[in-house]
């Protein structure tokens, strides 16, 4: 059989065999992310400490961020355009899910429109589900409507629209 004469010059590997060969590997390709994570708290907390925040505080949001350069990151950004406390800024970054989308909301709307509350500002792009489309909002009614920014940021909030009759009803018709 010809093909029975193949397989004897392949070498059978075993499970263990395996299994080793990918715990070897998995080692291997790993060495350098303990320090990689470690140094990405260590520049959050650097950042944080900057800006005279509490040790506790930056402690807490940076040990608790999934990625905390993206924390700091947030706070620094929102703290360049707008005047704000920076206690206030850290609770509402480490609190986003997407805390570089809320830096960015924050400063489109203090660069584009006339800001009466940065807190204000703060607090709407924090507690919108998509900061950076919510800034979109904001600043295009205020633009084109000739709204107040602090008007156009509660109608872009409102979560009041429910659109109707837009799935097809299968409920027979007689």
Do not use: K
Not at 19 to 29: D, E, K, N, P, Q
Not at 56 to 83: D, F, I, K, W
Not at 112 to 122: A, D, G, K, M, R
Not at 157 to 163: K, L, S
């Amino acid at each position: 059989m010809a093909h029975f004469a193949l397989s004897q010059g392949i070498p059978r590997w075993s499970a263990i065999h395996l299994a080793a060969a990918g715990l070897i590997t998995t080692g291997v390709l790993t060495l350098g992310l303990p320090s990689a994570l470690a140094n990405d708290y260590m520049s959050c907390a650097s950042t944080l400490l900057a800006l005279d925040l509490e040790t506790e505080m930056v402690a807490a949001a940076c040990a608790l961020a999934y990625r905390p350069t993206e924390v700091s990151s947030c706070v620094t950004g929102v703290l360049s355009e707008a005047v704000l406390d920076p206690r206030d800024v850290l609770t509402a970054c480490s609190r986003d899910r997407r805390p570089l989308e809320v830096a960015t909301c924050v400063t489109d709307i203090h660069t584009t429109l006339p800001v009466v509350s940065s807190l204000s500002v703060l607090d709407h792009c924090h507690r919108s589900l998509l900061p950076v489309r919510y800034a979109q909002c904001v600043t295009g009614l205020a633009e084109t409507a000739s709204l107040a920014t602090e008007e156009s940021m509660v109608r872009c909030i409102a979560a009041g629209y429910r659109p109707e009759n837009v799935a097809p009803t299968y409920i027979p018709m007689y």
